[in-house]
């Protein structure tokens, strides 16, 4: 799964990066935790990024605590799941990343590690989005990172990881006219790990309390 990430990044570069008209001016974060809300970017022509809350909400559900159970989907079947199979046909979105948290038991105690690009660049998780309304009819945008299985850097500390997408995925994964599960699912396989670096991190991850650089130090 994908509980944690930072979003440590200015927003001329994320403007640059993922062609944006205008941000969302968003503060830079170490420690995003399930229930914060982050931006999101949705093709608009150009490009949107907005503000959503992470744990998808089906357009369906009864309660919005449901987005509590769903940071993550699995990428395999997501195309038939019903949670999934509308977003994953047309709201597909990115969630802008300078890495991710995952821990890993050693010796009894769970160590925290940052994942990240070796160039330290920003990138992308590929996610979905739904806009849920309350019984007074407000919208909440929400959205969920997709998973896969990891790859060789990712495999010794945790048995699932975010799908990265890479530069050339992005336009495809955005796209509204893509809906045809045969081009998108192989987007959805584990990047490469000779572009990234895993390391371990302080316990202060542990709490969503903490949110500062000392985060991601190594």
């Not at 990115?94 to 050693?106: A, H, R």
Request: charged share 25%.
């Amino acid at each position: 799964m994908c509980g944690r990430f930072a979003l440590a990044s200015d927003d001329r570069e994320m403007m640059s990066r993922f062609h944006l008209s205008a941000t969302v001016q968003a503060r830079a974060t170490y420690n995003a935790v399930p229930g914060m809300f982050s931006p999101i970017i949705l093709r608009k022509s150009p490009n949107k990024a907005i503000l959503a809350r992470w744990g998808l909400v089906p357009h369906w559900a009864k309660d919005h605590r449901i987005g509590y159970k769903m940071i993550n989907a699995r990428a395999e079947g997501i195309e038939n799941k019903p949670s999934f199979r509308r977003a994953f046909r047309s709201q597909r979105c990115l969630v802008p990343t300078t890495g991710f948290y995952e821990w890993k038991s050693v010796e009894g105690e769970k160590v925290p590690f940052f994942i990240h690009l070796k160039d330290q660049s920003l990138f992308a998780f590929a996610g979905l989005w739904e806009e849920w309304k309350d019984a007074e009819g407000r919208p909440l945008i929400t959205f969920t990172i997709i998973t896969t299985t990891p790859n060789d850097l990712v495999s010794p500390i945790h048995d699932r990881m975010p799908v990265i997408l890479s530069n050339e995925d992005v336009e495809t994964w955005l796209d509204p006219n893509v809906t045809e599960p045969e081009r998108l699912l192989p987007l959805l396989d584990p990047y490469p790990q000779k572009t990234m670096e895993a390391y371990p991190v302080s316990t202060l991850v542990n709490s969503p309390r903490n949110d500062s650089p000392d985060l991601i130090a190594r």
